[in-house]
C-alpha cells in the first residue's frame, strides 16, 4: 500500500547537512557550513558577535542557538 516515510527520508538523509537541522534556518546552518562549522565544538571557538555578523542570523536565530548550546553544556567565546 503505502511506503513508509522513514525509508523515504533515509534514503535521502546526509549527515553532513543534520548539524543544527531543526534549529536554525537553512541559510543560517549555510552560512556555518561556508565557515567550516559542522560541530559545535567548533561553534564555540568563535564569539556570538562573529556568528552575528554571518548571513542568516539575527536575533532569532541566535536566540535559538544559545538555547541549544545551553541544553548540550557549550557557549561562546567569550570577548
Known amino acids: 500500500m503505502s511506503k513508509s516515510l522513514n525509508s523515504m527520508y533515509a534514503f535521502n538523509y546526509d549527515p553532513k ?7 536554525i ?11 567550516k562549522i559542522d560541530s559545535l565544538e567548533k561553534l564555540s571557538d568563535y564569539s556570538e558577535k562573529e556568528i552575528m555578523q554571518l548571513h542568516g542570523f539575527g536575533k ?12 548540550h553544556q557549550m557557549c561562546f567565546k567569550e570577548v
Not at 25 to 35: G, I, N, Q, T, Y
Not at 60 to 71: A, G, I, Q, S, V
Request: proline share 0%.
Open 17 to 23: 547537512e543534520g548539524f543544527l537541522q531543526g534549529i
Open 25 to 35: 534556518a537553512m541559510r543560517a546552518r549555510r552560512a556555518l557550513e561556508k565557515e
Open 60 to 71: 532569532n536565530t541566535m536566540m535559538k542557538l544559545k538555547d541549544y548550546m545551553k541544553e
